[in-house]
């Protein structure tokens, strides 16, 4: 058992390691909704382009809205620790907020090393979704590329001849979301649709918008060391000095 003068001592210093981990944690727990807001957002505008990747790529929104939920979660956890001053619970805290960092710095390499594969499939998803184009079943692929010609202005992929070597065009020509203006009925018109490929617009947006939801990930992860580092110090000093709860 401590002395109480070494305990008066102490205990200053705790109460401002509680002080600056509460701060943290409430910080961390806002980036958590942030988090959650993103992946809300990439959900909206990114939905076209990841059912252009494949199937489990329309998923991605969902892991996003996943983690800001969790670390919703284990921002109340640690706030509930911080005040309650349990030392194993801190810990338990520490290792968590640990096992996130891991995850999200090894989400972030896989991401960068394979950013090349990401835009080569897009490209070939986009061929395929062209060749096998049917405005009327409502496929997925065939209405994102409508979604996509009609919101960044452009037809097929490198310009609006890509549509003439598909079978849709054979049958019915170029595809209404190709217009320049609305409800025309372009058919095989080519001054009535947009000359523009979509591939490049597509690659600038989605680079743009993930280089974003990469940055606020990378600040949320060394975030996470200076919090790691808190809950460390402040277990090991509340085991070391037996410090009771004001």
Not at 47 to 60: C, R
Not at 105 to 134: C, D, I, P, W
Not at 162 to 187: I, Q, V
Not at 197 to 217: D, L, Q
Request: positive net charge; hydrophobic residues 40%.
């Amino acid at each position: 058992m401590a002395s109480p003068s070494r305990r008066l001592q102490t205990k200053p210093v705790i109460t401002c390691f509680k002080s600056v981990l509460l701060i943290y944690t409430f910080i961390f727990w806002i980036t958590g909704v942030v988090l959650l807001a993103v992946g809300i957002w990439g959900k909206v505008s990114l939905e076209n382009y990841f059912s252009l990747l494949n199937e489990k790529a329309t998923n991605v929104p969902f892991l996003l809205i996943g983690t800001g939920t969790v670390i919703i979660l284990l921002g109340t956890f640690g706030c509930f620790a911080t005040c309650q001053a349990s030392a194993w619970m801190l810990k338990l805290y520490a290792m968590y907020l640990s096992v996130i960092f891991l995850v999200q710095v090894v989400s972030a390499m896989l991401g960068f090393v394979f950013r090349h594969e990401v835009k080569k499939s897009l490209k070939n998803n986009y061929e395929t979704a062209l060749k096998q184009y049917n405005s009327t079943e409502g496929d997925y692929r065939s209405h994102a590329v409508d979604k996509i010609q009609n919101t960044l202005h452009c037809c097929g992929i490198t310009d609006y001849r890509d549509w003439t070597d598909t079978d849709y065009y054979s049958e019915n020509g170029f595809p209404k979301s190709c217009c320049k203006l609305e409800d025309c009925s372009p058919e095989r018109d080519a001054e009535k649709v947009n000359n523009e490929g979509c591939i490049k617009k597509v690659m600038t947006i989605v680079e743009s918008k993930i280089g974003i939801v990469a940055g606020i990930a990378f600040g949320i992860a060394c975030c996470q060391l200076f919090g790691i580092y808190q809950a460390y110090c402040l277990s090991r000093a509340i085991t070391n000095n037996q410090y009771e709860i004001v």
